[in-house]
């Protein structure tokens, strides 16, 4: 089990709020966890700080709630408390803590060196940025860890990349840097703003941007496992994409009718009470290669017209999908997992927002949370994940770990 900590010495007055409020994990694979719920960068930085020393961190991934502290203010903080410290992450919707699931949280994910060797670049621009570029940096990023972990540890390598979820580029992103990633498996979320869908942040060594995108290689000696899993089947109920507007992922028609009339009628919903939840609770799906994604919708607009999550064009076939018990399949997938790797230590987890509301709509959030709690999994909700080479949506992806005297 974790050994969970105050990062605090309160006064016993305020002693069981602020155990509530601030906290800290150390896991057996020597990775540490600290979150808090205290709208204070500095006193954050300083906590964080802190455990690096313990630790003898050499990164720290960070993911924060915006209605709880602001990008540029956690950088100059870091960069007070913690000038030494190299580290990257993004905004939030939703985060998952080491309690569960939570709203209006920072946390900070930190690797020790001992175990660790990381690497990362921050990609600006990503509206003008050119795709071979971007593989370019993969494959600097991959000579520069090898220079820095040697042959041995580099043998087992996973990839980490966080998205400006309001970018529109996340699939060119995603299929970039999978082109330059080989054989390395890839994992991300795509940045949220609290479902406010105005700016996401990421933060990457002092740097504070939007129309970015954070890519993070990371060579260990603990064994891990990439996967994901969702709760979703399709149906033979089509919706083909007759009129759209894929620059901004917005369709305007399927089946050649109003696009929100059309879906609704679909699921079985009048047009005027389409809302975040009703997209949760009947998403559509894409045939891929097989197998089948979901294509989530952010939101209606009120023209009719439906913006997605994902890339969008004329021509595409989509399925309402029907869902499955979102508990038993999660579980289900942890269990998989757990089997994989002889035990779970810990796991770092990217889960679509919508995943989030669906479990509210459905009664389901405190079972996950609790599901996500004692299968240790911290991360943030997101806008969007990404998989080996694909962009998703409504998806949970993660990366688990085993203890670390498994791997010797």
């Known amino acids: 089990m974790p050994d969970i900590k105050d990062t605090h010495k309160p006064a ?52 924060f709630s915006q209605s709880l502290v602001d990008a540029a203010a956690l ?20 985060e998952i803590t080491p309690q569960g699931l939570e709203e209006g949280h920072a946390l900070a994910l930190l690797l020790p060196s001992a175990s660790f060797s990381t690497v990362s670049t921050m990609i600006e621009n990503l509206s003008t940025s050119g795709m071979d570029g971007i593989t370019g940096e993969v494959v600097e990023l991959r000579r520069l860890l090898r220079g820095r972990a040697g042959r041995e540890r580099t043998k087992s390598v996973f990839a980490l990349c966080f998205i400006d979820g309001l970018s529109y580029a996340e699939e060119a992103v995603t299929s970039a840097i999978h082109w330059g990633l080989d ?14 869908f105005e700016t996401t942040s990421l933060i990457s060594d002092g740097k ?36 759209s507007d894929p620059d901004h992922r917005i369709v305007r028609e399927f089946n050649a009718t109003n696009a929100a ?22 998403p559509v799906v894409v045939k891929v290669g097989g197998e089948y994604y979901c294509r989530s919708i952010q939101r209606m607009h009120p023209d009719g017209s439906l913006s997605f999550f994902c890339a969008i064009d004329d021509g595409v076939v ?36 919508l995943r989030r509301l669906d479990a509210r709509n ?3 959030f405190r079972d996950i949370s609790e599901l996500y709690r004692t299968n240790k999994v911290i991360g943030f909700g997101t806008y969007g994940e990404q998989y080996r080479s694909m962009h998703l949506n409504q998806t949970f992806t993660g990366i688990a770990f085993g203890e670390r005297q498994a791997a010797e």
Do not use: W
């Not at 941007?209 to 979703?232: C, G, M, Q, R, Y």
């Not at 989509?318 to 796991?347: C, F, W, Y």
């Open 318 to 353: 989509l399925s309402i999908a029907q869902p499955k018990n979102m508990v038993e399949a999660t579980r289900t997938a942890l269990q998989d997992v757990e089997h994989r790797l002889g035990g779970i230590d810990m796991i770092l987890g990217f889960d679509c927002v």
């Open 183 to 196: 054989d390395i498996p890839l994992i991300g979320g795509s940045a949220g703003d609290d479902l406010k």
């Open 362 to 364: 459905r009664q389901v």
């Open 75 to 94: 950088a100059q903080a870091l960069k007070v408390h913690a000038p030494s410290l190299a580290y990257a992450g993004c905004s939030t919707a939703g």
């Open 261 to 282: 009339e059309e879906y609704a009628a679909s699921v079985g919903i009048v047009p005027q009470t389409l809302t975040p939840l009703s997209f949760a609770s009947h």
């Open 208 to 243: 504070v941007s939007s129309d970015s995108a954070i890519i993070v290689l990371v060579a260990t000696e603990i064994p891990f496992h990439v996967f994901k899993t969702d709760n979703f089947i399709p149906t033979d109920e089509k919706l083909v994409v007759t009129a």
């Open 12 to 63: 016993l007055g305020e002693l069981r709020r602020r155990q509530l409020a601030s906290s800290s994990t150390r896991y057996a694979s020597g990775l540490s966890a600290l979150t808090t719920d205290e709208p204070d960068p500095n006193a954050f930085a300083r906590a964080v700080a802190a455990e690096a020393a313990i630790v003898d961190a050499g990164f720290a991934l960070l993911f």
